[in-house]
């Protein structure tokens, strides 16, 4: 550094002997790394989700819930995770790419007939299951 004024500072390579007039904000004085960093991967977006699609978002607290996108609006997704549905922007979303939600996780608590079709079509009553 040959010279400072009032924004600007006047400076020589060391190399080439060649002379810069350069602003103080390009001074790194202290030597830090100055890379600029990879962004930090975003969520979805509203073209890569389809009602059905099951993802994972963090609410306010920092809790991770798991469900499936049952309705797409313009900023935000509505996701039912067990018998809640949320709001979530895209942005929060991620994709599940394995996993299993299990069906108790989708089912409403309550007594539950399961209804089975039988070899000639006609439907036959099963024993009724409690959920919780």
């Known amino acids: 550094m040959l010279q400072i004024n009032r924004t600007r500072a006047l400076v020589e390579d060391l190399e080439d002997g060649k002379r810069w007039t350069i602003p ?3 001074i790194n004085l202290e ?4 890379d600029i960093a990879p962004t930090k991967p975003r969520g979805l977006d509203r073209n890569s989700v389809k009602v059905g699609d099951r993802v994972a978002f963090r609410d306010r607290r920092g809790e991770e819930h798991f469900g499936e996108v049952t309705k797409l609006n313009q900023k935000t997704a509505a996701v039912q995770v067990g ?7 895209y942005g929060l979303l991620a994709p599940v790419i394995e996993g299993d939600l299990g069906a108790d996780d ?4 309550g007594t539950w007939t399961r209804i089975e079709e039988g070899k000639d079509g006609s439907e036959n009553q099963d024993t009724e299951e409690p959920r919780e």
């Open 24 to 26: 103080f904000y390009l």
């Open 31 to 34: 030597g830090r790394d100055i």
């Open 83 to 89: 018998a809640v549905r949320w709001r979530v922007a």
């Open 106 to 109: 989708l089912a409403l608590p």
